[in-house]
């Protein structure tokens, strides 16, 4: 069994709009939720924000079929996919905004993955924890929560990463 690399706690519905917002989600976007929980930023960007499309992973399988269920329920299957697997096998070339909950041990262990498979322009929005060794592109707080977004390769070249 691989290991969560953070427990299940949901952000706010006015948490989830900011950090879309902090992103510029829009019509064209592909969102990314790794360690998606319960579905909601997936579901917030494809009907408040217009995403084209919003994948999640969850590795939790009883969390990944309530929110399947849910997500057929609205009608939203065609807009949003669902992976019941661990995050650090996404593959995340589609991705323009990913976003993560995870923990600062958590987003380490994500660092390299990013690093290596995010695209190009990719906006990557952390609730709460940074990336160690990258300068974050803005940082907005509310309510006791710190949102940090990075910009891919610009926040991580700071540091001495080479983008290829």
């Not at 499309?53 to 939790?60: A, F, L, P, T």
């Not at 976003?99 to 952390?126: C, D, F, H, P, W």
Request: proline content about 4%; charged content about 25%.
């Amino acid at each position: 069994m691989v290991e969560s690399l953070a427990p299940f706690v949901p952000s706010s519905p006015e948490i989830v709009r900011r950090m879309l917002r902090l992103a510029k989600t829009g019509k064209d976007d592909v969102v990314f939720d790794l360690g998606c929980g319960d579905g909601r930023i997936l579901i917030t960007a494809v009907r408040e924000f217009g995403a084209r499309k919003s994948v999640g992973y969850e590795m939790r399988p009883e969390l990944y079929r309530e929110t399947l269920s849910r997500v057929m329920q609205m009608g939203l299957g065609g807009r949003i996919v669902l992976f019941n697997d661990d995050l650090l096998g996404a593959d995340l070339g589609e991705a323009t905004v990913i976003t993560v909950y995870l923990t600062t041990e958590g987003n380490e262990k994500l660092r390299l993955k990013l690093m290596k498979g995010a695209r190009k322009g990719a906006r990557i929005v952390s609730h709460d924890f940074i990336f160690n060794g990258w300068k974050p592109t803005a940082v907005e707080e509310l309510d006791g929560h710190t949102l940090y977004l990075y910009t891919v390769p610009e926040s991580y070249n700071v540091s001495g990463a080479i983008w290829s």
